[in-house]
């Protein structure tokens, strides 16, 4: 992990209080994991927990909403200003458990972590994106650059398939189901998964404070005991998961 200040690269508003940040990171980032993002002028205490959304050679891009105080102010700067950068944190994706046919599901803002995933395994992936409308649907055209098939889902079909992302999924096409976003669109995945026999990971959202597993604010309850999502996570195997 490094604490750094970063050049912001382009901080652009993609959708309804979507945004992408591209700034300066050299080292080695695994998909899955996470920076805490802050402000140098100290405007708000607690660094902001953001999904790396893509790495490029000496940059990193994240994908956030704007929440609060914070990413509200982060979303306010600019090119060429500069941001601390406390990262990469948390375990990530294990790219070696991933054989085989593989489904790629996102759900809103959690389709943050999947991007970068998808374009390491590249075309042994299908990629199922849930959106709330046409005015909530950002960087479906990211994914198909590097999927096999994209598959994107509103609710209302203004774009798209009509309905919930669960829905599209034919679970037995596939060996290996990732999935992040909406807890109660990751409980059907994992009951599906389940009940089709298809290993599953889930990306888990939470909370945090330090980003490190010392304030004990991301507990996760497992059955080999409670885990932090910042430090033991934030993927865990759905067989894992209470």
Known sequence: MKVLKSKIIENVNISNRIYRLTAEF???IKPGQFFMLKTLD???????PI????????TVTFLYRTEGIGTTKISSMRENDEIQLFGPLGN???????NGK????GGGIGIAPLLYLTKILGKKVDVYLGYRDKDNVYIENLFQQYADKTVVVTEDGSIGEKGFVTDYIDYKKYDVV??????IMMNIIM???ME??????????????????????CTVETKNGNKRACKDGPVFSSEELI
């Open 196 to 217: 089709n026999n298809v290993k599953c990971y889930v990306s888990l959202e939470r909370r945090m404070a330090c980003g490190m597993g010392v304030c004990l604010g």
């Open 191 to 193: 009951k599906n998964c």
């Open 102 to 105: 593989i489904a790629v599901v």
């Open 178 to 183: 990732v999935t992040c976003g909406p807890e």
């Open 42 to 48: 100290n405007s708000f205490l607690l660094p902001r």
């Open 51 to 58: 999904s790396v959304n893509d790495v490029n050679e000496n």
């Open 26 to 28: 050299k080292d080695e």
């Open 92 to 98: 990530g994706f294990d790219i070696d458990e991933l």
